[in-house]
């Protein structure tokens, strides 16, 4: 069984940070890829950010230059640092990690309002 743990999201100011973080745990073996997606209402899931085991990194055109992917390969972690955030990036964030299949976070509610 494999879990896949988001946490750090919330309510920040158009301008602030955000640092969000994801866990891989359980009968996880080799993970290729973990990054990102968000889905805002009404629209469809995005790719935001993906790293890969080697550190390649993927960015949406809407992020890059204000937010940075990394991953802890030792402690199956991702995390999306987050900066100069915009009330267009106000979505659902959800993690994922490949390795034999796909998993899936629950998702982390980033909202960005004054």
């Known amino acids: 069984q494999v879990q896949v743990v988001e946490s750090g999201g919330g309510l920040v100011q158009p301008g602030g940070s955000l640092r969000l973080s994801c866990a891989a745990s359980?009968?996880?073996?080799?993970?290729?890829?973990m990054g990102w997606y968000r889905q805002a209402p009404g629209k469809e899931r995005e790719l935001v950010a993906r790293?890969?085991?080697?550190?390649?990194?993927n960015y949406a055109d809407s992020v890059k230059g204000r937010f940075t992917i990394s991953r802890d390969n030792a402690k199956n972690t991702v995390y999306l640092q987050m900066n100069s955030l915009k009330p267009e990036d106000t979505a659902v964030y959800f993690c994922y990690v490949r390795a034999s299949a796909y998993y899936w976070g629950q998702g982390t509610q980033v909202t960005v309002s004054s």
């Open positions: 359980g009968s996880i073996f080799s993970i290729y890829v």
């Open positions: 790293i890969t085991n080697i550190g390649s990194t």
